[in-house]
């Protein structure tokens, strides 16, 4: 049984450009939630997707977006990239068993290793 | 916001029991209080969740008291392959679904 799956696994961008990351959830997950987590710091919540609508939201400006498919997979989008934006992008996927978040065990992926020049 | 406190770092041996303890205000009434391990390049793993009390599971306790304003971490015995930051995870008691990761704290077992 595959885990969290994330493509890909590094990506080197530069300024101003978009990305796409992607995220396959463990079988029978159907929560996904986008973390990212800069380098020496704890993961910090972007959003979090359950039956294809985004149903939560960290402090991130509009230029992050995601979406997520029928199959449960998701897609991260970040627009205009800037240096800031530096960082490890951790995908988890949960069952969402209750409307409380922390009552359920994340799945996290690998990640991508974002890198903007 | 919900915040969390834990140690910045923490040193052991290997054999020793650690303890670490993360400081979580706002908690939710019905939210749970999770732990996680992260290695380098990788991502969180789930260790132990646990709502009041004790829990006891193969790995590690959680050691929760009534007030649930804190928890400890308890790992027995620990080796050099527990050498990761813990993080403490509670639910934002203002917004279920924004899962606060606190500071974690850098755990190093020297031999």
């Known amino acids: 049984d595959a885990g969290v799956t994330q493509s890909p696994t590094h990506l080197i961008k530069t300024r101003g450009q978009q990305v796409t990351l992607r995220c396959s959830p463990k079988?029978?997950?159907?929560?996904v939630s986008w973390y990212q987590q800069a380098l020496g710091q704890g993961p910090q919540f972007i959003f979090q997707?359950?039956?294809?609508?985004?149903?939560q939201r960290g402090n991130f400006p509009d230029r992050f977006s995601g979406h997520q498919f029928p199959n449960y997979s998701s897609e991260l989008n970040v627009n205009a990239l800037l240096l800031g934006d530096s960082a490890l992008y951790l995908c988890?996927?949960?069952?969402?068993?209750?409307?409380?978040?922390?009552?359920?065990?994340?799945?996290f992926g690998s990640g991508t290793q974002l890198s903007v020049l | 916001l919900a915040k969390t406190t834990q140690p910045i770092s923490m040193d052991s041996y290997e054999g020793q029991e650690v303890n670490i303890t993360c400081s979580h205000n706002?908690?939710?009434?019905?939210?749970?209080i999770t732990w996680y391990q992260q290695f380098p390049s990788q991502g969180p793993r789930f260790i132990i969740q646990?709502?009041?009390t004790k829990v006891t599971n193969e790995v590690a306790s959680l050691f929760i008291p009534a007030d649930r304003k804190s928890s400890t971490l308890s790992l027995p015995r620990v080796s050099l392959s527990d050498t990761a930051v813990y993080y403490c995870?509670?639910?934002?008691?203002?917004?279920?679904?924004?899962?606060?990761f606190g500071s974690g704290t850098r755990l190093l077992v020297r031999p």
């Open positions: 988890a996927s949960s069952l969402a068993i209750s409307p409380r978040g922390t009552n359920e065990k994340l799945f």
């Open positions: 079988s029978g997950h159907d929560t």
């Open positions: 997707y359950y039956e294809e609508e985004e149903r």
């Open positions: 706002n908690i939710a009434t019905n939210d749970y």
């Open positions: 646990g709502y009041k």
């Open positions: 995870l509670v639910g934002d008691g203002d917004s279920s679904y924004k899962l606060i």
